[in-house]
């Protein structure tokens, strides 16, 4: 590994071009619902699968490399190519002052959400594995120092554990899977031992599991009718982000981390301040409900450091309380396009933030558990 | 009220006497509607159980919530005799309060008193106006007591305003409000949506703040689903953790809604959600308005601003948010002690008031422990 700034953002996005499914599926087996882009009467481009609209997200999520952040691409030739292509990504991380990004999508979901949905699992299979073979060819081949990661077919766990076999051997170094699979369709609890290969495995190979906010919409309030636009959008960032609250909840106490104990979990665009406070309250509640006397050998704070990471971007008063989640579970990242995104300005986020830290565990966060978290 | 103590509860639960609604409501127009502790059969219990019933469905599975008062802490009454006096009688209630050296509380619900949606707004408010007589009292019997009006959620919003103006006459300090109205029941309103504003308009008249509890009604609704391989420890572990997951997002909600502007004299108090994610909260708020130039939007007031001007927060256990406080606002912080849920610091709160506010500053430590609630709720 190389390291010329001292930066690995580690929760970045890609955004999928035209191509990336058109190409790799077969014409013939799936016809229109293969995804692609479809131009709209009003002269606007949408992403749509078999004459429906992918809901998850518009025709793009590059908010944070546009003048005016309230706003999205309309059009694909609207689209700046640093979000979509790799070369010119690498341009955009030097002007940051960034060495390594580690990939997440955004049509296929920022939680990888979008083909959980479908009720076809082959085609939930097809479509994800043009994503993780695109992100091979076109993106991990141009530069180690972006960092793929695979998306999966959350059922059956044959089809998901086969994927995650194959596409680290490709080359993935992390596994991105939605943190409540329940929700997208009629599939068991994510707490049922019927989902063990999944844990089974990402241990097995030492890739950590990522769960992104956003898995769960329903957890999220939606924005009142009043909120314009760019507020709704506001406000959809924020209940994002916390909406990770309920996922990490649920995560302490389902014992799955007991039960794997190297699995390693990265709870993507959480940010820290109410990691923090979830920590403590976790240890305390589970003190006051006694559940010592069920088995758990270890506080939600001993299992959360053990396995567990928390990323962050522009959080300032939240790592003043970092010992709650230690230092080493803790990842720096830019959120690389999204409106939320503190690029091309990290570093002036990074004083601001990290101004009083000392140096050693300023080098864990910005890099050093990253590094060794996806080994590179 | 004399401070002898320096110490107030912002969240404890006041529990109504099993014939509060019965010795109100009009037996021969609601009949077994009304509210009482009848006796079934569990089959969990060898011996027959009491328990609330309202418009003739069951209620929960224990007669009254109040754990952290019965001699075996965690135990939740099965019959009515075993309630301690000290959790509905209100005299009785002040010697628990001296106990445990707290000098006042705000008084939320317990067992039934929260909401009554059955689909029908006359019962709903009749069970309403009932609570509120009956919890009147209690500050009728000291000003130890701080009462919060339950709402008339179905009505129109002239009887809501008529119901909380008669309230506060009779001695209630606040509403308890739901944090969307739309989520937890069919039919009404979301809290930015002007039909509240006569309601916001009159509390902000009256000089009382608008509460929301916990999940605020969200529960179960805004979450994963619950998974049903969980004991009852872990599930209400789960539950409980989760809470301020809604909470987070409605301070957001309010934020964004324009509301707070709107009425800049009314006060928010969120309880039982902690303090230590408030400032990563704020911080969001404020990056996100940065961000997207949301002043240009009609959100003139920084987000973290219009929270120190307007809204409240509660801790019990926690020490993050404690060492947060110069981010969050230590003048928008509020002790409390949950009385008598599971949760409480009860009887030992001052043992969790010093772990909490271990080397902070004694202006500071006044002001989340008591000066603070004693200036939003007027106490002189």
Partial sequence: MELKYGLISADDHVQEHPEVWTLRMSKQKWGDRIPHIERQPDGNDLWVMGGQKIKSSGLAAAGGVLSDRTQEPKRWEDVPPMVYNARERLKAMDANGVDYSVLYPTIAGLAAETFGKLDDPDLELACVQAYNDWLIEEWATVSPRLVPQCIVPIWPMEHAVAEIRRAVARGHKGVIYPASPMELRDVPHINEPVY???????????????????????????????????????????????????????????????????LKVVFAESSLGWGAYEIEYADYQSDADGLQSEGYPLK?????????????????????????????????????????STWPNSRQHIELSFGDIPEDEKRQMLWGNAARLYSL | ??????????????????????????????????????????????????RWTVNGEIQGGNVCNCPTAM?????????????????YDPVNRLKALDRDRVDAEVLFPNGPGGTFFYGDAEFELACVRAYNDALAEFRQVSDRFIPLSAIPFMSSIEIIVAEVERAVKAGHNG???????????????NLSDPFWYPLWEACQQLGVGVHLHASAGLAGKLSLPQWKGYTRRQSHCVSTLRNFCTATQIISYLIFSGVLDRFPRLNWVFAETGLGW???????????????????????????????????????????????????????????????????????????????????????????????????????
């Fill in chain 2, 278 to 380: 408030v400032s990563s909260v704020l911080e969001a708020c404020d990056h996100e308005w940065e961000k997207r130039h949301l002043w240009t939007e009609g959100i003139l007031t920084r987000p973290s601003a219009l929270f120190r001007r307007q809204v409240y927060v509660d801790f019990w256990f926690e020490t993050v948010g404690i060492q947060l406080r110069d981010y969050i606002g230590v003048d928008n912080m509020l002790w409390e002690s949950d009385f008598p849920h599971i949760t409480s610091t009860y009887p030992n709160s001052w043992n969790a008031v010093e772990h909490s506010l271990a080397g902070v500053p004694a202006e500071d430590r006044e002001k989340v422990l008591f000066r603070n609630a004693a200036r939003l709720y007027k106490l002189n």
């Fill in chain 2, 175 to 189: 509403i308890n409000m739901l944090g969307d109205p739309s989520v937890a029941a069919k039919g009404l309103k």
């Fill in chain 1, 300 to 340: 939600p704070s001993e299992l959360f450091q053990r396995q567990c990471y928390f990323t962050c971007w522009y959080d300032r008063r939240s790592l003043k309380v970092r010992r709650y989640l230690g230092t080493a579970n803790i990842l720096w990242a830019t959120n690389f396009p999204l409106a939320t």
């Fill in chain 2, 1 to 50: 009220m004399e401070i002898k103590y320096g110490l107030i509860s912002s969240d404890s639960h006041g529990q109504l006497g099993k014939d509060a609604y019965t010795s109100r409501m009009s037996r021969a127009k609601w009949g077994d509607r009304i509210p009482h502790v009848i006796e079934i059969r569990d089959e969990k219990f060898q011996f027959p159980v009491e």
């Fill in chain 2, 71 to 87: 001699e075996k802490r965690s135990y939740y009454p099965q019959r009515w005799e075993e309630v301690p006096l000290e959790v």
């Fill in chain 1, 196 to 262: 063990d290969p999944l844990w089974a495995t990402c241990e097995d190979l030492g890739v950590p599991l990522c769960f992104h906010s956003g898995a769960s919409p329903k957890i999220q309030l939606q924005p009142g009718a009043s909120f314009s636009p760019a507020v709704a959008a506001a406000f959809g960032g924020v209940v994002r982000s916390v909406s990770s609250i309920a996922v990490v909840a649920n995560f302490l106490f389902s014992r799955v981390l007991y039960r794997f104990p190297k």
